[in-house]
């Protein structure tokens, strides 16, 4: 007698699953018959408000305990001979893991992750908001993303996910909050603080990036509603604090290759710290102090000296002495120019 295999049924709740979250969020699902399957279970057509977004990503469905690992929380998508296969393919491939026990499913982007690291032979990848595969987050997230957008959550979500200890949860909530919520003064409050008390190398520079929008400089391309005065006196106030140590953390989103230019971080980095009313004495005192990193006395020397370049040249010697080949090329230029403008 011909059997109808339990793995059968676990794949088709998988499908099934992935087809009800689709469609009920009002765009198509598309799928591809058991017998033409490469590597790819279907298509997901975004339509938004029923207008046909004219985008579509490719799904791989897993479906089962087997693909997940309870004690880490995470999902577990074998690449197998499928890796040419998806790295070549011509659209967006999503993986998508559905765990029947829970009635759940998350997503991942193969082609990224695989564009990281060939040599994998199983994606593993966590379950967290971001990823979370039902109605309410293929609308509010998933499809944003794909349209490459800001998902634009509420303000109370957007500030929870900012605080979570999830590096891609806390990015969705910052670009959140800030896209979303610009003039509520606890969206500044929460990116301050967190500069203020995370360490450095757990910050996203596009955090720096948002905070210099206060203080602006001309190369800020912003988007959405203009920040209000009210908004800018208080996140102004509150950055007028910034102390020694909060300086020279900012000082270390300096990339050495663009150094301080237009459109790099490191203009933002200039503009925040320029803002600040004890500036000048601060920038001494770090390019002065040899305990900190030479690279980072380079740079303070550098915005004190296009604030007050004759001024400058003794800050610069003394870098000079600590081996920076930098500082002395700065000191020859300011004698020959009478001044230091990286921006011209």
Request: hydrophobic residues 40%; contains cysteine; neutral net charge.
């Amino acid at each position: 007698m011909p059997r109808y295999k339990a793995t059968n049924v676990t794949a088709k709740m998988g499908l099934n699953f992935v087809r009800s979250v689709v469609e009920g969020a009002g765009s198509l699902f598309h799928k591809i018959e058991q017998d033409s399957d490469l590597g790819i279970d279907g298509f997901v057509e975004f339509v938004r408000d029923e207008q046909p977004m004219n985008k579509l990503v490719a799904v791989q469905i897993k479906s089962g305990q087997s693909y997940y690992d309870l004690k880490h929380n995470d999902c577990l998508l074998p690449v197998g001979r499928h890796l040419a296969y998806w790295l070549n393919y011509p659209v967006t491939v999503l993986g998508i893991i559905f765990i029947p026990a829970i009635q759940q499913a998350s997503w991942v982007d193969i082609k990224q992750h695989l564009n990281a690291n060939s040599a994998l032979t199983k994606i593993r990848f966590s379950r967290t908001e971001v990823n979370r595969f039902d109605r309410e987050h293929f609308v509010s997230v998933l499809t944003p993303l794909m349209l490459r957008e800001t998902p634009l959550l509420s303000f109370e979500r957007a500030l929870t996910l900012f605080q979570s200890p999830r590096p891609d949860e806390r990015s969705l909530g910052l670009a959140s909050l800030f896209r979303g919520s610009p003039n509520k003064l606890e969206t500044w409050s929460a990116m301050i603080d967190q500069f203020q008390t995370m360490p450095e190398d757990a910050i996203p520079p596009v955090l720096v990036y948002y905070l210099s929008h206060i203080a602006w400089h001309g190369d800020i391309a912003y988007r959405g509603d203009p920040i209000s005065k009210e908004t800018r006196e208080y996140a102004q106030t509150r950055l007028n604090c910034f102390g020694k140590p909060d300086v020279v953390k900012l000082l270390g989103f300096i990339d050495r290759e663009n150094m301080i230019c237009r459109g790099a971080l490191g203009q933002s980095v200039e503009a925040m710290i320029s803002s600040l009313p004890d500036a000048l004495p601060v920038l001494r005192e770090i390019a002065e102090d040899e305990s900190v990193p030479l690279f980072r006395r380079e740079c303070a020397a550098l915005i004190f000296a296009i604030h007050d370049s004759s001024a400058s040249v003794p800050i610069l010697e003394r870098v000079c002495k600590a081996g920076s080949s930098y500082a002395r090329e700065l000191i020859k230029y300011i004698k020959e120019y009478g001044e230091v403008n990286p921006y011209g």
